[in-house]
């Protein structure tokens, strides 16, 4: 699938039965605080450490600012490897919070979300809210809007800003003859010699799957393997695409792994790179504002994050999946004045001003809007984010990645816990894509 740069119901559960049974969709009686503010207590791990929070906390006090005295939002901090199991609990006691991220972000599957969450009517439709606010529904990306379109109704806040996903590198380490996106896998393989990887094994094993993404979409099909499953999900791994993918990511990571990849958590594979044990770490543009002033207390060994470049992955690809939940949606169990309050947020979020704040500080591209001058002036002065975004074009081939085909349990648990028995001969590559197929088919169950 190619983008311009500027531009399901499953059967419910035997738990999702007696959910509905029990009344899921009970309203609230009054969401006013003393002081007449309607509050919105909202658990999110946007928050704490997470690198998302450096946006999204400064964006709550804003919204709150402008709302002041009539709407509040007060975020409570969840671990991100703990929200999915959170949301579910609340879900099970009918204490929704009035606003949840999307599937696909905090560990939510699509899955519970459409067997349990959808199926029992837990969520509440923003068809009206787009049409009573459509300067704000111009924003949204066409794919995400269609995909949040269930039955008719508009199940989640769709996106307005994508965010491609490429790789950083520093450029005291690491000097590649030409840029990495002009790349063939082989060449980009043979370029760096003794060069390291930031490759992590524990949580998702986030950094190194997205290297596979982009391996697997390098191969013949495997753009179309990634894509095409996006919706409802990969649980076959057997494809030729992934298991030559598969092959060449077991001989990087015996090659040019940093000497902490087994065990290592995104933490880790982040400070490796950050302290010069690595060259190269792939991530989002989010990771950006760890490499400017202010950052330094991060880094060791000597480096400095002016030495860093970005650029997307060999074969011109960008790993990014338009066709998804969006962000968030509202529970239908939210009082009115509550789902007003969450509609504000929503408006707030999606507001060009803001979009436009939100890309200068993680990158993306916000494809539905006309940036002002002002935005492309500061844009410049962000390197690292104009690298990006300057390394993306008519040419470029936007890819889902595994994030987006496998099921969660897959995703944020097995792929981890099997790339050390790759990297230690323990599996062949076959054989790795058979356990992965297990382990998918196991998530059906």
Request: with cysteine.
């Amino acid at each position: 699938m190619k983008l311009k740069k500027v531009t399901a119901l499953a059967l419910a559960t035997v738990m999702a039965l007696g959910l509905a049974a029990c009344g899921g969709n009970e309203k609230k009686e009054n969401s006013k605080n003393e002081d007449g503010v309607v509050e919105l207590k909202f658990p999110t791990y946007l928050a704490g450490e997470n690198v998302g929070a450096t946006f999204f906390l400064p964006q709550v006090e804003r919204f709150n600012e402008k709302y002041e005295g009539k709407y509040k939002i007060t975020v409570e901090e969840v671990p991100q490897a703990s929200y999915a199991d959170k949301i579910k609990q609340l879900a099970q006691q009918k204490k929704l919070p009035v606003l949840v991220h999307a599937p696909g972000s905090g560990g939510i599957d699509t899955q519970w979300f459409q067997q349990v969450a959808l199926a029992n009517d837990m969520v509440y439709d923003l068809s009206d809210f787009a049409e009573e606010n459509p300067d704000v529904a111009k924003n949204w990306v066409p794919e995400s809007k269609e995909f949040c379109t269930v039955d008719g109704k508009l199940i989640c806040k769709p996106l307005s800003v994508l965010k491609p996903v490429g790789l950083f590198y520093n450029s005291s380490m690491y000097e590649p003859e030409k840029d990495i996106k002009d790349m063939t896998v082989e060449e980009f393989t043979e370029s760096l010699g003794e060069n390291k990887i930031a490759f992590q094994t524990a949580e998702n094993g986030w950094t190194t799957q997205l290297l596979l993404s982009a391996l697997i979409a390098n191969e013949e099909g495997g753009v179309e393997l990634l894509n095409e499953n996006a919706a409802d999900k990969l649980w076959d791994y057997s494809d030729q695409a992934i298991v030559n993918a598969v092959t060449k990511l077991q001989k990087m990571m015996q090659t040019n792994a940093s000497a902490n990849t087994v065990g290592a958590a995104y933490a880790d594979a982040a400070n490796a790179f950050m302290s010069k044990n690595a060259s190269i770490i792939c991530n989002g543009s989010w990771m950006s504002s760890e490499f400017e002033e202010g950052s330094e207390d991060k880094w060791s060994n000597e480096f400095n994050g002016a030495d860093v470049k970005a650029t997307i992955y060999p074969g011109n690809i960008a790993l990014v999946n338009p066709s998804n939940y969006g962000e968030f949606w509202v529970s239908n169990t939210a009082s009115d004045e509550e789902k007003e309050a969450a509609e504000a947020f929503l408006a707030f979020r999606d507001s060009q001003e803001e979009i436009e704040a939100l890309v200068l500080a993680e990158g993306g591209i916000a494809p539905q809007i006309t940036y002002s001058e002002n935005f492309l002036t500061e844009l410049e002065k962000t390197p690292l984010l104009y690298q990006l975004s300057e390394s993306m074009g008519e040419e470029t081939v936007y890819s889902a990645s595994l994030g987006d085909v496998f099921p969660a349990s897959v995703a944020d648990v097995e792929f981890g816990k099997l790339l050390p028995k790759l990297i230690d001969n323990t599996l062949t590559p076959e054989q790795f894509c058979e356990e992965l197929t297990k382990k998918a088919e196991e998530a059906k169950q």
